[in-house]
């Protein structure tokens, strides 16, 4: 089976620009979530979504907001960026056979603001 | 809040020597599930190990083991035998299902290294 896919890998963006930011989870998985990495903060959740309906969120602005898609594949989005929203995005799956609680990560979209 | 901490930022270790890692949690729940994940320089997140805090048995894979103290909520990794492999960052991570609402919380990680 494929793992987690996130597309794309690399991004720089300036100050004030969006972003948009793709996952594809492991087939079979309805559970998409997203955590953003940085050096300092660590690891944080952002949102959670499970057939196309957000079902948990984190504590960041409104400028981050994402979707799901009816194949579950998940998107989110970063609106008028800011320096500090450089870090690693991360993307995880979950719902498959058995342990259904467990998430697989895809390898992760490194997001740089100048 | 739920919250974890890793109080070891930095082990180092030689090759197949054994290291344990340690976490400890705060919650008011009594069901939750524990993870390790283990992050290597790729920056790919790995799940090494997880436990469901109903179950007394400690969880095994492999090399690698948990010792699970629930009164104490403590939940520390031990890697027998480590290899060069293991050299990565190790996070402990909390989730509650809250009506099947899935959220992992991270500690701050510790950076393992496994020298030759």
């Known amino acids: 089976k494929a793992g987690v896919t996130q597309t794309p890998r690399y991004l720089i963006k300036t100050r004030g620009q969006q972003v948009t930011l793709s996952c594809s989870p492991i087939?079979?998985?309805?559970?998409v979530s997203w955590y953003q990495q940085t050096p300092g903060q660590g690891l944080q959740f952002l949102f959670e979504?499970?057939?196309?309906?957000?079902?948990n969120k984190g504590n960041f602005p409104g400028r981050f907001s994402g979707r799901q898609f009816s194949n579950s594949r998940s998107e989110m989005n970063v609106s008028t960026l800011e320096l500090g929203d450089s870090a690693l995005y991360l993307c995880?799956?979950?719902?498959?056979?058995?342990?259904?609680?467990?998430?697989?990560f895809g390898p992760g979209t490194r997001l740089t603001v100048t | 809040a739920q919250t974890v901490t890793q109080s070891q930022p930095e082990m180092s270790v030689q090759e197949a020597e054994t290291v344990t890692l340690s976490c400890t949690y705060d919650?008011?729940?009594?069901?939750?599930?524990l993870f390790w994940y283990k992050q290597p320089p790729s920056r790919q997140m790995i799940l090494v190990i997880r436990?469901?805090?109903?179950?007394?048995q400690n969880a095994t894979e492999n090399r690698f083991s948990v010792n699970f103290q629930k009164a104490a909520k403590s939940f520390s990794l031990k890697i027998s035998d480590s290899q060069l492999g293991d050299t990565a960052m190790y996070f402990c991570?909390?989730?509650?299902?809250?009506?099947?609402?899935?959220?992992?919380?991270f500690g701050q990680g510790t950076r393992l290294t496994i020298n030759p």
């Open positions: 979504y499970f057939s196309e309906t957000q079902r």
């Open positions: 436990q469901e805090a109903y179950k007394q």
């Open positions: 995880a799956s979950s719902g498959g056979q058995g342990a259904s609680y467990e998430q697989y």
């Open positions: 087939s079979g998985h309805r559970s």
């Open positions: 991570a909390f989730m509650k299902l809250h009506q099947g609402a899935q959220k992992l919380v």
């Open positions: 919650t008011s729940e009594n069901n939750y599930y």
